[in-house]
């Protein structure tokens, strides 16, 4: 919200107080505690130097980010206007939107303060936690974040030929395309798909797409990607999920997290020749009834111009 909004129309309860920790001190205490005798069978509130209202919270961040922003509090914002403010504005799911506006109705204040004796730590302030954060940001040092979140796992690198698309019942834009370029060079282009460099041609649709998902209750493009430069499978991509990113293999299958009356999947093979190799784009849809098979239909126009595009400048683009 900060980012985005110079004036935030925000609902009493961003006056409650909250003591915010970074997560490299939570994830200092969760190291310390484990095996130590005195923390076993024990709870312990952890929080931060500083104890503030989350308004107080918004405001430091831009202060920190050189932002002018300013904070209006009204008492008409209920719940579930607040849920979908926050839902439509940031990359945030509604769920998630909705459980974030109901924890401002709580103070979150450490009243436990036993850790402080059995593991003595110094925690960053908020505001130094925040630029922390955005070094981290910056170098491209982020592990993961909220987006990452995955309940299936990862698929090990040798099962990796076990990982199928179903084929049975489903609709399918295939498209194969030669080049004779080096296949590393195609390569790199199919790993640094979405977020900043978008989705090769089109992106205005993709926006359309994602805009349209959101007001459905979907999450939109605004996840973009975690790394810049890796993707792992359990990746949030925009609205696609990495199933399987095996460079070796020259693989990558993307999982749609898109509302949809079905289910799809993108994946990206390409096949190493002598003089370069085939690049293989496949678009798999397994619709849901009627409903699915009439979207397919409604949009495989839309396929001709974004598909055919796409496969065409992975090949041919070149960072400057």
Known sequence: ?????????????????SQPIAIHDVIYYLRQVIG???????????????????????????KVRRLRRYVINVPVLTPQLSSYWLYFVTATSFSLARSLVDSLRNEVICKN??????????????EAAVKRAFSKIAENAVISSWKDAWVSGTVHGKYSDFVQVPEHGCLTDRRNRA???????VLENIWAIGGERGWYGSNW???IRGFLDKLVGGVGLRRGRTNRDHLEPGDALDFWRVLLADPEKKRLLLYAEMKLPGEAWLEFRITPSENGGVLHQIATFRPNGLSGRLYWYAVLPFHFIVFGKMIKQIIAYRPE
């Not at 919200?1 to 107080?17: D, F, S, T, Y």
């Not at 303060?113 to 908020?126: A, G, N, R, S």
Request: aromatic content about 10%; some cysteine.
């Open 1 to 17: 919200l900060v980012e985005k909004l110079p004036l935030m129309i925000a609902p009493r309860w961003v006056n409650n107080r």
């Open 36 to 62: 130590h005798p005195e923390c076993l069978n024990r709870s312990f509130d952890i929080g931060g130097p500083d104890i503030l209202t989350y308004k107080e919270m918004m405001l430091r961040f831009a």
């Open 113 to 126: 303060h036993d850790i402080h004796q059995i593991i003595p730590h110094q925690c960053l302030p908020y």
């Open 179 to 185: 080049f004779a370029c080096d296949p590393e060079k």
């Open 205 to 207: 649709l993709w926006r």
